[in-house]
């Protein structure tokens, strides 16, 4: 019998308060942690989320909870789901399932009370593992704890199977891989993410951008994005994907849309249009579209003045996403001057222009136009000589002179 090791989680007092609701309804061990929890727990992983299953309906782990005076939020009901809120601290809790009919997209499900037909319906057998209160693991399909040791990804009975289920299954796949997966990947589940790519497309564009993000998030995803191109995967997602920069920016960082931007090529219509079909926010897209090359040079030979003015014009983000593609591009021999590049993103202010409407009209130079003009002009000036603390106001002066002779002919 498997037991998990010592886990703070279980025995601090949230945890407690729900399972003894929970088990106040429904008797001793009608509650199990399941999941993500239980895996990393075995895997000497950092635990974030707590998921319980129980074969209680949803309508009595509400009632159960609200006697215990702990917060009941029906984030899921049609599906089973409550989430339970006892001390600031977020349970999500699930009444077993059995599918009753599937699409590739959605499932329709039916409750149960049986803990082997609710572990038949998950995706990976390292997901489909249980444990009680005292940390006694259990592992209705057989292989989810040797699958967790290891770090093996393999699906639940029939990879195709699964997969004809929801196809979402296959991003996972590789997403699992990303951040649990050691050594050669399950051939049976690499042969059907393969044969079945096609069915991606019943997928929403959200699905599919939200399981790329947090396979790009994983500390190191390259063997899995490499796996992802070798099955014609990543293509049904990039097109065109480069891979070689992305391998070079994966150890400069971990940021994922940092890592998405090394994957995508450089033509800003198709970035947008791939930012489009993913359904990225307009921020993201947004910042995919800066981290392109356009008229702003950025370059690692840049010397601290152009630096400085990218920087004034670019913002930090943009100039640091730059610098850093460019950096993934040079390899080891461009780190040393990023470094420098990099720091200077990170610690320079971005002063503020002195001059205004207010000085251009001093000048006798009357609102229109031309204000805007001058304006531009002179912080021009200003942004090309380094941001000076004196002169600003003398170039504008200087501007404002060559101006032809305000107003009409009888103004003599």
């Known amino acids: 019998m498997t037991r998990l090791p010592p886990q703070p989680w279980i025995h601090a007092a949230p945890t407690r308060r729900v399972l003894d609701a929970l088990e106040a309804e429904g008797g001793e061990g009608c509650a199990r942690f399941v999941g993500g929890a239980v895996r990393n727990a075995l895997m000497g992983l950092e635990v974030a989320d707590v998921d319980i299953a129980t074969p209680l309906t949803p309508e009595r782990v509400i009632a159960a909870l609200k006697r215990a005076d702990i917060r009941a939020v029906p984030t899921g009901i049609e599906h089973g789901t409550v989430t339970a809120v006892a001390d600031h601290a977020p349970f999500e809790i699930t009444t077993l399932r059995r599918d009753v009919s599937t699409d590739g997209r959605n499932a329709t499900v039916a409750f149960s009370t049986d803990w082997a037909e609710d572990a038949m319906r998950r995706d990976f057998r390292l997901n489909a593992l249980y444990a009680d209160r005292e940390g006694t693991v259990f592992d209705p399909v057989g292989g989810g704890v040797k699958d967790a040791l290891a770090g093996r990804i393999v699906f639940v009975g029939d990879a195709e199977t699964r997969i004809r289920e929801d196809y979402l299954r296959i991003l996972r796949f590789f ?116 981290a392109l090359p356009d008229r702003e040079r950025v370059d690692l030979d840049l010397t601290p003045p152009q630096a400085r003015a990218a920087l004034y014009r670019l913002g930090a983000r943009t100039f640091a996403d730059r610098v850093t593609r460019l950096w993934a591009e040079a390899g080891p021999q461009g780190e040393a001057r990023a470094r420098a590049l990099l720091t200077l993103a990170r610690d320079w202010t971005r002063p503020r222009f002195p001059l205004g409407g207010a000085e251009v009209a001093a000048l006798g130079v009357s609102p229109g136009p031309e204000t805007g003009r001058l304006l531009k002009a002179a912080e021009a000036w200003w942004i090309e000589n380094d941001f000076p603390e004196h002169g600003a106001r003398e170039r504008l002066a200087d501007l404002a002179g060559r101006l032809p002779p305000q107003g009409g002919e009888g103004d003599a």
């Open 175 to 290: 997403r699992f891989f990303a951040w649990y997966g050691r050594g050669e990947p399950d051939a049976a589940a690499l042969a059907a993410c393969a044969g079945l790519k096609d069915g991606m497309v019943r997928l929403s564009a959200e699905r599919v951008s939200k399981e790329l993000l947090k396979t790009l998030a994983a500390p190191d995803p390259r063997a899995a994005v490499r796996l992802m191109d070798r099955t014609g995967v990543l293509r049904r997602v990039v097109p065109r994907p480069d891979l070689t920069r992305f391998e070079a920016m994966v150890p400069l960082g971990t940021d994922p849309l940092l890592r998405l931007s090394a994957v995508l090529p450089d033509e800003r219509e198709e970035v947008a249009a791939l930012a489009s079909g993913l359904r990225l926010s307009n921020e993201e897209r947004d910042r995919l579209l800066a």
